[in-house]
Antibody, heavy 118, light 106 residues
């Protein structure tokens, strides 16, 4: 089955760190760029970060630049998001999404909730 | 950065009504515009890519049009299962989303 499954969310204190993972299956993970998208409670979608298939190109939203690091391991079919210096405003459901060239984000995981609170 | 302005932020319509949502880009993005549907508690789903192309399996009552800076998403005959929030997304540059339009049944 073609799917993405996120994990690693939880409750963390402001200033803390968390590492999210996204496990891909059912498709050739190494052929696709991947993304993290988040959604704060009751709010809209916010693109967070993108990484190309070979990790050559990496982009971040200004809101997370310098604090978050995206990476991937094609041998393990996995995408990661290392989140440091977390703030209350980082509280959100974090989705990983596959980037189909010239087609958009065509495959999404169910998301993992990150709560930043003291 | 290219900003996407989506309107309205919410709307209420009757079953069978024609529903239209607009999305305006802050600069020319050609046809690099996608539309997503998100139902409560679920992940977003790609409906339309390249402004007007229907994703496989998406009902034909959904359609999109436009190019440059002005885009339109239409549900030709609103169905109860279409209750959701709809988002546009440009991918000419970084893939920013519009603010979303919540569609409700009147």
């Amino acid at each position: 089955e073609v799917q993405l499954v996120e994990s690693g969310g939880g409750l963390v204190k402001p200033g803390g760190s968390l590492r999210l993972s996204c496990a891909a299956s059912g498709f050739t993970f190494s052929s696709y760029s991947m993304n993290w998208v988040r959604q704060a409670p009751g709010k809209g979608l916010e693109w967070v970060s993108s990484i190309s298939s070979s990790s050559s190109y990496i982009y971040y939203a200004d809101s997370v630049k310098g604090r978050f690091t995206i990476s991937r391991d094609n041998a393990k079919n996995s995408l990661y998001l290392q989140m440091n210096s977390l703030r209350a405003e980082d509280t959100a459901v974090y989705y990983c999404a596959r980037d189909m060239p010239l087609r958009g984000f065509d495959l999404w995981g169910r998301g993992t909730l990150v709560t930043v609170s003291s | 950065d290219i900003q996407m302005t989506q309107s309205p932020s919410s709307l209420s319509a009757s079953v069978g009504d024609r529903v239209t949502i607009t999305c305006q880009a802050s600069q020319d993005i050609s046809n690099y515009l996608n539309w997503y549907q998100q139902k409560p508690g679920k992940a977003p789903k790609l409906l339309i890519y390249d402004a007007s192309n229907l994703e496989t399996g998406v009902p034909s009552r959904f359609s999109g049009s436009g190019s440059g800076t002005d885009f339109t998403f239409t549900i030709s005959s609103l169905q109860p299962e279409d209750i959701a929030t709809y988002y546009c997304q440009q991918y000419d540059n970084l893939p920013f989303f519009g603010g979303g339009t919540k569609v409700e049944i009147k």
